[in-house]
């Protein structure tokens, strides 16, 4: 799913004109941003919990050359889903709905 797809569903299950639906996904991703940048943790109740962590500095490698790159220490984005996100990804589809069938 991409942004697009977001925007059209919110429109149409919330009968909003397109124009507002993107709107309104924009100044959410937007206000996610901007939280995020300032080390904040955004939780939302049921989906999951996005969390601003410090990364250590470390040592890679390049596959090509086999050289040592120093990596510098930063900060990572994690997200660690909810308990019904979980749930829901375990026992069904995107509709809720289990899924019986074998492979």
Same mark, same amino acid.
């Given at each position: 799913? =991409?942004?697009?797809?977001?925007? @059209? *569903?919110?429109?149409? $299950? +919330? ?10 996904? $924009?100044? /959410?991703? @937007? &206000?996610?941003?901007?939280? /995020?940048s300032r080390g904040d943790r955004i939780e939302l109740r049921g989906f999951g919990v996005f969390i601003v962590k410090p990364r250590k500095r470390g040592v890679g490698r390049n596959p090509r +050359?086999? $050289? $040592?790159?120093? =990596?510098? &220490? !930063?900060? +990572?984005? *994690? ?5 019904? /996100?979980?749930?829901? !990804?375990?026992?069904?589809?995107? @509709?809720? @709905?289990?899924?019986? &069938?074998?492979?």
């Open positions: 799913m =991409i942004k697009l797809d977001i925007i @059209n *569903r919110l429109a149409d $299950e +919330t009968g909003i004109p397109k124009l507002k639906a993107e709107q309104a996904v $924009e100044a /959410l991703f @937007n &206000s996610m941003k901007d939280a /995020l +050359t086999g $050289e $040592e790159v120093a =990596i510098p &220490s !930063g900060k +990572t984005i *994690r997200f660690k889903p909810g308990k019904e /996100l979980q749930d829901h !990804g375990e026992n069904g589809d995107a @509709n809720g @709905n289990a899924d019986d &069938s074998e492979i």
